[in-house]
Structure formats: C-alpha cells, structure tokens
C-alpha cells in the first residue's frame, strides 16, 4: 500500500539513507583478492599517438573534455600475431562444427595466426593518487558499423568518481577498416585479419594492460583489469569467457552487458566456420566473477534456457523497465558530467519521452526513459568490491514471466503495465509512465525495437496517485532508500535521484 500524508522531510530520508549507505560500504569488506597478470602474448605498443586531446574511442562516446573531470585521455596502436581458435579435436574442421557443450565448458585449442596492429584509447585520472587499481577494459561496439563504446557512456560517472582507468579496444575488423576510412593518414598502418582473431587481440589488450603499464596508463601500477562489453560485445564476450579465458587467464572479472543469449561465433569465414550454441550459459570452472546485466529487451530475446543459478562466482541482474539501449544512453549520457543534471534530464524526458532518434529515424513509440544507468553504475561497484575484496553482490529475484522456457517471452505485470520482479528502480515502483523493453518499432534497419518505450501517465492518473508535490517526493525517496539498501543504488546516485524528484514539477 502507498503511504500517504507522510511528513518525514526529504533531508531527514536523505540522512538515513547516507548513514545506511556507509554501513553496506562497510559491511561489504572483506579480504583482497589476488591479481592475475595472465599469460597472453604482450604485444608492441606504440605511441600515444598524437595528438591525444579530441580524440573519440567511437562515435557513441562522452562529448565533454575530460579534464572537466581531472581525467586524461590518450590512443595507443598495438601489434604482434593474433591466433584464432577451434574445438579440441577440430584441427580439420574446413566447412563447418560448433563448440558445445550448452554449460558453456568449450575446449578450443589455436588453429591460425595472423599478424595485426589495431589501437586502444586508454582515460584515466590526471592525479594518480586517485586511481583506485582497478582498469577497466571495453571491448568496443561494432553493431553500427564502426566502434562505439556504450559502457563507458553509461558507466562514466562511476568510473570517474571512483578513480577506474579505461580502455577501450578496437578488437574487430569492422572498427578497425571504419578508422582507415574515417581517418588514413592517422589510422593507415592499422591491419585487422579478421573477427577469428579478435578474442586473442582482446587477451593481448589486456595482457599489455599489466606488461606495459608505465606506457599505457602513464605510469599507473594495475592491480585488477576487469573486462566488459555490451550487446554484440557481451556476445564476443560470453564465448570468449567460455572458450578463451580458460587458456589465457588475462582478466580478473567480466561484465557482460546485455547479450541476449547470443554468444558470437568462436571462428568465421575465411576460417573455419565454427558456431556456439545459442543460450549457452557461462562455464562455471573458472575461479573468475562474471557479473551478467540484463534489461527486458535482453530477456524478451532469449528462450531463458540461458538462465543459470548464482554462484560464488557468477551474478545474474535482470532490471525491471530496463531496454537494450535508452534515452539516458542516447541523449543524457555523452554530456553527464556527474553534476546531477543527468537525473534531472531524465526524468524530464519521462513526461514527455521523444519518439525520433537523430540518425536512426522515427519509432512508433516514445522511447524508453527508464533507471538502467543508475543500476548499471551499483553493477560496476559490486563487480569491483567482489573482484578486490570478494565481496559478492546482492541476489536478486529475476524477472517475472508466465511462459516456461523455449517459449516466446511473456511477462508477468502490475497494474501500471511495469513488469514485475527483477532488479527495481524508482522509476518502475514509484512510476510516473508505463515502462518497458518491448514493444517499439521503426526507425532506421528496426533499431527502434531495442530502445523500449515510455508510455507517459495522463494528468489524471498523476494527480490520482500523486496529489501534492511533497507527497511524491517523499514516496520516491521512499523507494529509493529502499533500492539504496538493497545494494542496486549507489549513494551518489541515490541522492541524485531523490533531487531529481525535488525539482520536478510533479505532483
């Protein structure tokens, strides 16, 4: 039931909040654990090449100078021999096999190599007294045609305030032949063989991350390298997980982010064709944390055979509201510099949602607004804490749906149409619009299905639930305390959130 004619002041929910924060920072530590330096092959690494200032990983990236917020940024170009892989025992697989079995526990050993040189943009903190240890590894986006890097927009304002470095690496031929095109006198010498090899350009990012770190990271000494990746790099990453990180042990942890159950083929033309099976789960035999982030749209898409049980070394969050990709993500997240105006946009956009994408077209619907980024960002902390103290994040319940797995996707709902169950947010339990990861159609090649939608409640149904201003903040500081405590909000973003809703007009 909703409280209603509460007269606890906004300050007082905020203290309570912040005293009970410190208390899970506190109750959360535990013993460090070890790094693993890996035994990838390390490639050369060349530069920075200059100049460093202006310089975008991709073209979905943050748009404001990062010394705005003490951070510097420079591009490296990496090189050496990449080697693909095949199935143990499938040496002579010239047409086509697939690398079973569906516990994610492939056995692969090298088939090729082939030389390469692609680059990696490296941001970390100006002042290195700030950097916590911990580097965080994007392999960078190649749906749209050339690199974006979608976690570092979403995950920026964490990163920042906690002193991560970032790299983003360019492991794909498709990012790499987009930067020739784009730029030949700076990205000329550049050679990719091929998407076989990008899972051993990937380790070797990673593996000059801990050899060349006095070059790479400016003289930042890496204590945990961590690696993630979203949608069609949560699949690269799903079957590097299960097929490479056995053999080259580079990375202490991985964030996959949204992979829909598809994990990419282990090898393709022009070597030997070898597919993973769809909805395979993660291997549970390496002594590595994989965190697995999924919104609605991610699970609408999978047969939930890939649905696999918590353990001492795998978390599953699904996020309640949450698509693919959304407002905060296209709109919000490039210019976020953490001062709180992010929330504030966001929740703005959730009483009048926009349907039109520049560059992408016109979706039938308003496009999704929903809290991912805030839960994205509480993902991000746990991964961190559970890979240096192994502190394990919270269990959530998963996402409510009426069908039994093999079956198309339905979920079970409240009665505002939000879904029920999953990682929570005040946007779904304290709503002001319908919120989903479903649904949308349009724009340009059907992108518009991955951008959920927002379905704004009438000035009726707002007044209804919401009579005065200071009744709606209260009943969304409420939740947020509540998601707070939890462990699926982070404090700055808790108080963020709760100003947001203080500055509204709603209610």
């Not at 095949?86 to 047409?95: E, H, I, K, L, Q």
Request: aromatic letters at 10%.
């Amino acid at each position: 039931m909703r409280p209603s004619n509460l007269a606890i002041p906004t300050r007082v929910a905020v203290a309570v909040i912040m005293t009970l924060s410190t208390l899970v920072v506190v109750l959360s530590t535990s013993v460090s654990s070890a790094s693993a330096p890996g035994t990838a092959s390390n490639p050369t690494v060349t530069g920075p090449i200059l100049p460093s200032d202006g310089i975008e990983p991709s073209t979905l990236a943050t748009t404001f100078p990062l010394s705005q917020v003490g951070y510097t940024q420079s591009e490296y170009f990496i090189s050496g021999r990449a080697t693909s892989y095949v199935p143990t025992g499938d040496a002579s697989c010239d047409t086509s096999c697939t690398a079973g079995p569906l516990n994610g526990q492939l056995s692969v050993m090298p088939y090729s190599s082939a030389p390469y040189t692609t680059r990696v943009v490296v941001y970390r903190p100006r002042d290195p007294y700030k950097f916590n240890g911990t580097v965080m590894v994007e392999w960078l986006n190649v749906t749209g045609g050339l690199d974006d890097a979608p976690d570092w927009v979403l995950t920026h304002n964490e990163l920042i305030r906690e002193g991560f470095a970032w790299v983003g690496v360019s492991a794909q031929a498709v990012g790499v032949n987009a930067l020739k095109t784009s730029d030949s006198a700076r990205y000329g010498s550049l050679s990719d063989p091929g998407d076989s090899y990008s899972y051993d350009i990937f380790s070797q990012a990673g593996q000059a991350v801990w050899d060349n770190s006095a070059q790479l990271l400016g003289g930042l000494t890496p204590q945990h390298v961590i690696a993630m990746g979203e949608s069609q790099s949560a699949g690269r990453l799903t079957t590097y997980i299960d097929a490479v990180a056995p053999v080259v042990n580079v990375y202490n942890g991985y964030l996959v982010h949204s992979r829909i159950g598809t994990p990419a083929a282990l090898s393709q033309s022009p070597q030997p064709a070898v597919a993973v099976p769809t909805s395979i789960q993660f291997r549970t035999d390496i002594n590595t944390p994989v965190f697995e982030f999924e919104t609605e749209t991610d699970v609408s898409g999978t047969t939930l055979y890939d649905r696999q049980p918590n353990t001492n070394q795998f978390r599953l969050w699904e996020v309640a509201g949450g698509s693919h990709f959304d407002y905060y993500g296209l709109f919000v997240g490039p210019n976020d510099t953490g001062n709180g105006q992010g929330a504030i946009l966001n929740l703005a956009a959730m009483q009048n949602p926009p349907t039109t994408i520049p560059g992408l077209g016109t979706c039938t619907d308003p496009i999704n607004t929903s809290g991912t980024h805030w839960v994205l960002d509480a993902a991000v902390w746990w991964l961190n804490q559970w890979v240096v103290n192994g502190s394990a994040p919270p269990i959530p319940p998963l996402l409510q749906v009426t069908t039994t797995p093999g079956e198309p996707v339905v979920f079970a709902k409240d009665g505002f149409g939000n879904v029920l169950g999953g990682v929570r947010s005040p946007q779904v339990d304290e709503p002001i619009a319908t919120l989903s990861g479903v649904g949308n159609t349009g724009g340009l090649a059907g992108f518009c299905a991955i951008f959920g939608r927002t379905l704004p409640f009438s000035p009726t149904q707002l007044a209804s639930l919401y009579p005065t201003h200071a009744q709606f903040v209260l009943q969304w500081d409420l939740v947020t305390f509540k998601d707070l405590l939890g462990g699926y909000l982070l404090l700055p973003d808790a108080l963020e959130l709760d100003n947001s809703a203080l500055v509204s007009n709603i209610g």
